[in-house]
């Protein structure tokens, strides 16, 4: 039996931005990709996404105190 683990409680909703939201993230705030916090390739949640090196991962989590909370990663074979 294979557990979705996208449907875990635990873990925050991932999804991958298109090049347009990318480039607009990267804009508003004036980075670089390089400049990102990294999440690794073999993480569980991108492979269960199909992310691929490069792509912009947007992580929303829920919390009874802050309500929502974004963060964006990009996916990089090692963390440096």
Partial sequence: MKMD????????H????????????LK????????LPRILVDDPVVKAIKAKEGDIIKIV????TAGESVMYRVVSREII
């Fill in 61 to 64: 989590r829920r919390s009874p």
């Fill in 5 to 12: 683990i996208l449907k875990h409680e635990l873990v925050p």
């Fill in 14 to 25: 991932h999804e991958i931005l298109t090049e347009e939201e990318a480039e607009k993230l």
């Fill in 28 to 35: 508003t705030y004036n980075l670089r990709k390089e400049q």
